[in-house]
T-cell receptor, first 113, second 109 residues
Framework: EPEVTQTPSHQVTQMGQEVILRCVPI?????FYWYRQILGQKVEFLVS????????KSEIFDDQFSVERPDGSNFTLKIRSTKLEDSAMYFC???????????FGSGTRLTVV | GESVGLHLPTLSVQEGDNSIINCAYS??????FIWYKQESGKGPQFIID?????DKRQGQRVTVLLNKTVKHLSLQIAATQPGDSAVYFC????????FGAGTRLTVKP
């Protein structure tokens, strides 16, 4: 069964550093998403991406964050100048049709120290 | 056992019992709803969905009920098994997908 693949599974970074979280969505999917889950809390929407541009973003997704689809397969989330409160699980998701359910990756656990 | 997802975030049931997990959604314009299961250390996994033009949908051992009048969604799991232990999130979709707070289901053998 097709999967959304995320790397790395765990990233530890120092406060103030930049991190790039990587995702390979399912190949025929057109819509891509990033979500965040702080430990013990609900999954929060960050951003949606379609046709090489952001289609929607939440209030969490400020200038510290950016997304990119650098080639035909990868979808990345860049977090600049990381803060302690950025520590969370970051999930990538994709779907063929935005009116249907999304397929999620297994997540990247980001720890900012 | 029964829970109100946002007000009682944990639900403990005996193996073999039926479970009911509740969720209140926020956007009356949402037209598609999904229940996800999240096991420890994993991403959300699709369980069942329902469109706003329906009020009930059944899957294998799971049933989702939608009450648009009160913006309420429930997930019923029949004959709950230890493998059902996880956190369950409802999600609503209008322009994008937003998750509810989640309920942790624990199944006691």
């Amino acid at each position: 069964e097709p999967e959304v693949t995320q790397t790395p599974s765990h990233q530890v970074t120092q406060m103030g550093q930049e991190v790039i979280l990587r995702c390979v969505p399912i190949s025929n999917h057109l819509y891509f998403y990033w979500y965040r889950q702080i430990l013990g809390q609900k999954v929060e929407f960050l951003v949606s991406f379609y046709n090489n541009e952001i289609s929607e973003k939440s209030e969490i997704f400020d200038d510290q964050f950016s997304v990119e689809r650098p080639d035909g397969s990868n979808f990345t989330l860049k977090i600049r100048s990381t803060k302690l409160e950025d520590s969370a699980m970051y999930f990538c998701a994709s779907t063929e049709d935005s009116s249907y359910g999304y397929t999620f990756g297994s997540g990247t656990r980001l720890t900012v120290v | 056992g029964e829970s109100v997802g946002l007000h009682l975030p944990t639900l403990s049931v005996q193996e073999g019992d039926n479970s009911i997990i509740n969720c209140a959604y926020s956007n009356s314009a949402s037209d598609y709803f999904i229940w996800y299961k999240q096991e420890s250390g994993k991403g959300p996994q699709f369980i069942i969905d329902i469109r706003s033009n329906m009020d009930k949908r059944q899957g294998q051992r799971v049933t989702v009920l939608l009450n648009k009048t009160v913006k309420h969604l429930s997930l019923q799991i029949a004959a709950t098994q230890p493998g059902d232990s996880a956190v369950y999130f409802c999600a609503e979709i209008k322009d994008d997908m937003r998750f509810g707070a989640g309920t942790r289901l624990t199944v006691k053998p």
